[in-house]
């Protein structure tokens, strides 16, 4: 809906391309916003067009859990203190191994 009413929300973007077409969306004056488009945390945005009388860095509020969506970014740190059962894996690819030459 806002891409009809000339608006353009650009969360981070990395790829040089993406960033071109937001800079060839963006007024002049407001170039030096495209240096932070890269480096947006989460729940922050570049608003520029239509929507907002001038180009802007904008942070979301935090939604209730229940109402977010499932796509938290992992905590590592808890993801590598657990066992993922590698030792089974091996083992298993170990056997399959031996087993193909008898």
């Given at each position: 809906?806002?891409?009809q009413c000339g608006t353009i929300l650009s969360?981070?973007?990395?790829?040089?391309?993406?960033?071109?077409?937001?800079?060839?969306?963006?007024?002049?004056?407001a170039r030096g916003f495209l240096d932070s488009i890269p480096a947006?945390?989460?729940r922050e945005c570049i608003m520029c067009g239509?929507?907002?009388?001038i180009p802007m860095r904008v942070s979301f509020d935090n939604l209730e859990e229940a109402k977010r969506p499932a796509s938290e970014d992992p905590s590592f740190?808890?993801?590598w203190n657990q066992g993922g059962g590698e030792e089974d894996?091996?083992?298993?690819?170990v056997q399959r191994w031996r087993?193909?030459?008898?």
């Open positions: 809906m806002l891409s969360m981070r973007l990395n790829n040089e391309r993406d960033q071109a077409f937001v800079k060839a969306a963006m007024p002049e004056g947006l945390r989460n239509e929507g907002v009388s740190m808890e993801l894996v091996v083992y298993r690819t087993a193909q030459g008898t």
